[in-house]
């Protein structure tokens, strides 16, 4: 979040009036109306670039019940993206796959797709962690403000803050359990050579 971005309301605003075709089915097999892959490619033909086939590979739905939310997010994500901020600012190619890709999954494991069209905190949620991965800050935070409201409203920042708090417990344990384990020998050793 080394750089700032946008106003953080214009993109909460954008995804507040996301319009409907955003918000239409995507194709799963041959089910669903909006093709994801084509979609994306359409977005990064903005951004100057257009993506391989191998890469779109991943936006192409198979199974309904595994991909229908995270397809539908992927649409949204989309068309957040397509903000004339985010085109101004050159997003990489690499880095706006990632989103799509990674971010979104992660996003949609948590929380279904139209929530982050109808609920304001998730619009929000939707906005900061796509800032975040993109390394902006919403226009006018300082970085620690940008980070203590993204992990105050992320869910998935707070599960993954969870996640590396309970590692670094696993390892502090680990660390415990040697040290104690290495005096008892020493003291074992001492008894041995009394």
Same mark, same amino acid.
């Given at each position: ?8 309301? %214009? ?33 990064? %033909?903005?951004?100057?670039?257009? =993506?391989?086939? %191998? ?8 199974? #309904? ?23 101004? =600012? ?17 996003? =949609? ?10 609920? #304001? ?17 919403? #226009? ?13 409203? %992320?869910?998935?920042?707070?599960? &993954?803050?969870?996640? =590396?708090? &309970? ?28």
């Amino acid at each position: 979040m080394e750089q700032q971005g946008p106003i953080l309301e %214009s993109l909460t605003r954008r995804l507040a009036e996301t319009p409907p075709d955003f918000l239409d089915e995507p194709r799963i097999g041959a089910a669903g109306r909006v093709f994801v892959p084509a979609l994306v490619n359409d977005l990064l %033909s903005q951004y100057g670039a257009r =993506a391989k086939g %191998s890469a779109l590979m991943r936006f192409y739905g198979i199974d #309904a019940k595994t991909d229908r939310n995270r397809l539908s997010l992927a649409m949204i994500a989309v068309w957040l993206l397509a903000d004339d901020w985010f085109l101004a =600012a050159k997003i990489p190619q690499a880095d706006a796959l990632r989103v799509l890709d990674e971010t979104v999954a992660e996003l =949609a494991a948590a929380t279904p797709a139209l929530k982050f069209v109808n609920d #304001a905190d998730r619009r929000e949620e939707l906005a900061r962690v796509v800032l975040a991965r993109l390394n902006y800050r919403p #226009a006018g935070e300082t970085v620690a403000q940008a980070t203590d409201r993204l992990s105050s409203l %992320s869910m998935t920042e707070r599960r &993954r803050l969870l996640e =590396a708090s &309970r590692a670094a417990e696993r390892r502090a344990r680990a660390i415990r359990e040697a040290l104690a384990k290495k005096a008892a020998e020493e003291s074992a050793d001492k008894w041995t050579r009394e």
